[in-house]
């Protein structure tokens, strides 16, 4: 049983890169979501989707991009790195059932540098 | 605004402690609360979810209470551990959105031998 995966684990970019991180998930849930986690701030949202074709923006979305065009994959596209994106990022999805209140299951993170 | 407050920041006993956890969230109209743990360099793992309706959940030496109308929830950890050391996040999805979870700072517990 997969649940969430992400990759990469790890990946060192250069400022002005672009890079996507990848996420699936195979318990068929309609909610997906990115947060990334930095000490001192805890865990923002960046972008979630409530089912294929439908995304909307969380808490910090700039420099970020987001599609999904399937149940199973949400992929977070980083258009031109910077610095202030280093951080760790985790996928997490969850079933939508009554009012979207199902229980949220996390990918094991993608530990971004920015150089 | 939804804030989530978790205190203490750090936490550390020895093996064998019963403890508490604090979580508390400054709008009470709250759909869910939801328990975390998180091992160091590792993803979230839940623990507990506890629905706006229901008073508290239990899972093995785990029990969280949630108490809306003060705005506080628990956790309570019974006979602990060294393999409970970790971070304990509280996260609450409030009334203005359903698809958003406000997560509190954590508590980062250490159980020593």
């Known amino acids: 049983n997969a649940g969430v995966t992400q990759t990469p684990k790890f990946q060192v970019l250069k400022t002005g890169q672009s890079m996507t991180l990848q996420c699936a998930q195979d318990?068929?849930?309609?909610?997906m979501s990115w947060y990334r986690q930095d000490p001192g701030m805890g865990l923002r949202l960046i972008h979630y989707s409530v089912g294929a074709g439908i995304t909307d923006q969380g808490e910090v979305p700039n420099g970020y991009n987001v599609s999904r065009s399937t149940t199973e994959d949400f992929p977070l596209r980083l258009l031109s790195a910077a610095p202030s994106q280093t951080s760790v990022y985790f996928c997490?999805?969850?079933?939508?059932?009554?009012?979207?209140?199902?229980?949220?299951?996390f990918g094991e993170g993608s530990r971004l540098t920015v150089l | 605004k939804q804030e989530v407050t978790q205190i203490p920041a750090a936490l550390s006993v020895p093996e064998g402690e019963n403890l508490v956890l604090n979580c508390s969230f400054t709008d009470s109209a709250i759909y869910n609360l939801q328990w975390f743990r998180q091992d160091p360099g590792k993803g979230l793992t839940s623990l507990l979810l506890i629905q706006s309706s229901q008073r508290e959940q239990t899972s093995g030496r785990l029990n969280a209470s949630l108490d809306k109308s003060s705005g506080r929830s628990t956790l309570y950890i019974a006979a602990s551990q060294p393999g409970d050391s970790a971070t304990y996040l509280c996260a609450v999805i409030s009334g203005d959105s359903s698809y958003k979870l406000i997560f509190g700072s954590g508590t980062r517990l250490l159980v020593r031998p």
């Open positions: 318990m068929n849930h309609e909610y």
């Open positions: 997490a999805s969850k079933p939508l059932g009554t009012r979207g209140t199902g229980e949220l299951f």
